[in-house]
């Protein structure tokens, strides 16, 4: 299982910053529970002891294009996951071995309406040749090598063009542990384009398209990456104030910058039409791009708040126990300072526990509310899946954001 796919050499210049916020004390806990609360239903809903009972990487797609109008009883939400277990968890909650289940490093999975129900919410992976599981995804691409898989990004549906469904997919690979804190890093984004009406899950038809958004970050060490986040600030979407643009987020540099990239619908697919937030201005030269705030994580989410303002959910610099919002009334900034919104609890019941990559459904959420979850995993992964299985599952909370 892996923590987040950003290249190697970033994610050694946060570790020990990580190491520092896990020092949290119990009383900013207590602080953070009196502005959220946590979301029971749906965390039951992600809570199984058959087939996929464990994965990362979450986001969740509206199939009719609405991002910002609650989801109603028709409503079809598609589900995106990145590595994942799948299996059968025996009756005293744990697994035996190794071989009781499968890692696959991506699957689907559908809910239909609008309400955390296990019954109305499937999940989709197809098998190979021997009847194993495997990904929903792989690699078919010129530059791709042998050996390397996709981790998911954010995805919508492009309902002002011809309703493709588009996801980010980042190519990854595996390197020497020795010269590396994790054993894999980041070698490309793939656009993932699904035509409309296209079965789930997706075995014909997905058209892979290499794009240019990984770069050399010029403010600092590291590389750019994008498609940690998506704004669809279209009408079709239920945008407040509609400008007619996609908005995708990424990150950038050893301080988890927030990048930003915009283009017309019609345009998704011609990353020339792409121009980039250099600080000042939209910038069709992508080495120009800047951050607009500092300490995100690799997967976030901008939602609509009140008043015309936006709220961008992550996780405080993308592994430490804090899930995180910051206020803006512009995509583009200034931003209001961040603000801690849940401490983590499950860092508390393991040493090797951590958490990641928060991120917001506004389609989800009720009036006045925001759905937002996060990721919890196991620096020892192998051993400790065996006596808590669904330790490795999305935690799902609410805020107020009235």
Known sequence: MKISKTPTFQVNGIILILLIFSLTTLSAQEKSEKIASSAQDWNSLFQRKKGWFGGDGIFAIPMDGKEYIQANDSTETLFIFSDSVIGEIGADGTLKKKEDFNFVNNVVAVLKGKEPIAENFKFYYPTDKSGKNTSVFKPNTPNTKPGEYYW????????????????????????????????????????????????????????????????????????????????????????????????????????????????????????????????????????????VTKGVSNELSMSPADNGRWILVHQLFGMTPEVSIQMTKSITGPYFPTRNVWHCPELEEDLDYYAYNAKAYPHLSKPGELLISYNVNSFDFFKDILTDPTHCRPRFITIKIH
């Open 152 to 291: 998911l990004g954010d995805g919508f549906v492009n309902v002002d063009k011809d309703s493709t469904l588009y996801i980010f997919a980042y190519r990854i690979t595996h390197i020497d542990p020795i010269t590396s804190f994790f054993d894999f890093d980041q070698v490309g984004v793939t656009l993932l384009a699904i035509p409309k009406n296209t079965p789930i899950p997706f075995e014909k038809g997905v058209r892979q398209i290499e794009t240019p958004l990984q770069f050399p970050y010029a403010p600092n060490v590291g590389m750019t990456t994008f498609g940690s986040g998506i704004i669809v600030n279209t009408k079709s979407a239920g945008a407040p104030n509609p400008d007619g643009y996609i908005y995708v987020l990424g990150t950038g540099g050893l301080e988890k910058d927030l990048l930003i990239a915009r283009v017309k619908p019609e345009n998704f697919e011609n990353f020339d039409q792409w121009t980039y937030w250099d600080g000042a201005k939209w910038n069709a030269d992508k080495t120009k791009v800047r951050g």
